[in-house]
């Protein structure tokens, strides 16, 4: 089974990290605006389109506040097995530690979702380092 793991700090406390990581139903507007572009839900299921890619169903298996910790999985082509998660510490005073881990098969994909991870942790860091507390407002 391939399994990648990638962390980035973030110039952003782990509380605000965490409040748009956890946002489920957000990720195309909190977390990778651009990278993603739509997101909807479907009971604990969502749907998620990608700008290089159709929809994938992603599955929510856990949220953990206390850990700062969410859990997924894809249930779509290609995949045959997908588990992912993301994970945020704090990382000295106002900066956090993001940790992305997906394990996955077949294993042949790593050649391409490797460099999905480490683009789509990009934005993650430009996002939430650009982000003020306005543009967080939600009217």
């Known amino acids: ?81 997908h588990n992912a998660s993301a994970q945020v510490f704090a990382h000295g005073r106002g900066r956090s530690l993001f940790v992305w881990v997906a394990d996955f098969l077949p294993n042949e994909l790593t050649g391409r979702v490797a460099p999905l991870i480490e683009q789509a942790l990009g934005v993650i860091k430009r996002t939430l380092e650009s982000e003020t507390p306005h543009s967080r407002d939600r009217t």
């Not at 990648?4 to 990290?17: F, K, L, N, T």
């Not at 990720?27 to 993603?36: D, K, M, N, Q, S």
């Open 1 to 81: 089974m391939a399994s990648i793991r990638r962390a980035i700090v973030i110039d952003a406390s782990p509380e605000r990290v965490w409040d748009a990581l956890r946002d489920w139903g957000a990720l195309h507007e909190r977390l990778v605006p651009g990278f993603a572009t739509d997101a909807r839900l479907d009971g604990q299921d969502r749907i998620v389109t990608f700008s290089g890619g159709g929809p994938l169903r992603e599955r929510l298996v856990d949220l953990d506040d206390d850990a700062r910790r969410l859990v997924w999985s894809i249930a779509d082509p290609p995949y045959s097995h």
